[in-house]
């Protein structure tokens, strides 16, 4: 592997401050949004959240992740049959007491109208392995390396003025056959994307307070 000199432009003290500040403020506004209008997401944009990322750290750089994009209608009529399919059963016979009571305040239930209302699905899949000449290539700290790229994705989202939310109906097994995804490739995150419903709505949450999620030694 051939090696390049890195190029750093070193920010201000006030500098990296001011900046920091405006992105964790960004982020504070960001919340999982349930109610979508049916406005389009610029081509662009897509692109542009994707390319950030795909510049995600991941395991000996083998970025075990696959984006799939979804917007058409048909797909995502299919998509939210299958997964309300599936939330139903969670609902109604897997899911415990104390995680259906902690799931009651949202007012959430297996009904997921956002799954075709959103005018783009992100579905992100991880690859355990790539087939490379007729061969199997392992990849390595897959879950973490595709987590972190959500994250990025995520933020990515946030600063290019789009809503977003993390949506893991389970099993996720249909999202391989309605998209028909080779075998290496499982789903990991459904993340539905665009612009909130006027009447959009989002439950009043409080985050940790920094001394409760942060020790400094």
Same mark, same amino acid.
Do not use: Q, S
């Given at each position: 592997m051939k090696f390049e000199r890195y190029s750093f432009k070193k920010k201000s003290p006030q500098d990296m401050i001011t900046q920091s500040n405006e992105l964790m403020r960004e982020m504070l506004n960001r919340r999982s949004i349930r109610d979508f209008s049916s406005e389009e997401i610029p081509e662009m944009v897509i692109k542009n959240v994707l390319k950030t990322a795909m510049t995600a750290p991941s395991g000996a750089n083998k970025q075990p992740w696959?984006? /799939? /994009?979804?917007?058409?209608?048909?797909?995502?009529?299919k998509i939210r049959i299958a997964a309300e399919k599936e939330e139903k059963k969670f609902y109604e016979h897997r899911a415990t007491e104390e995680w259906l009571k902690d799931l009651n305040k949202f007012g959430t239930d297996w009904n997921k109208p956002f799954l075709e209302n959103a005018p783009a699905l992100i579905i992100v899949f991880r690859q355990s392995y790539d087939n490379i000449g007729g061969g199997k290539r392992k990849n390595y700290y897959v879950n973490e390396s595709v987590g972190i790229a959500c994250g990025f994705l995520l933020m990515a989202l946030q600063n290019a003025g789009l809503v977003s939310l993390t949506h893991t109906p389970s099993p996720m097994?249909? $999202?391989?056959?309605? $998209?028909?995804?080779?075998?290496?490739?499982?789903?990991? $995150? $459904?993340?539905?994307?665009g612009f909130p419903a006027e009447n959009a709505e989002v439950p009043l949450l409080n985050k940790k307070a920094y001394n409760r999620s942060v020790e400094v030694f």
């Open positions: 696959k984006f /799939v /994009v979804v917007k058409d209608e048909n797909i995502k009529k097994g249909f $999202l391989e056959r309605i $998209l028909k995804r080779p075998k290496n490739e499982k789903a990991y $995150l $459904l993340i539905p994307v």
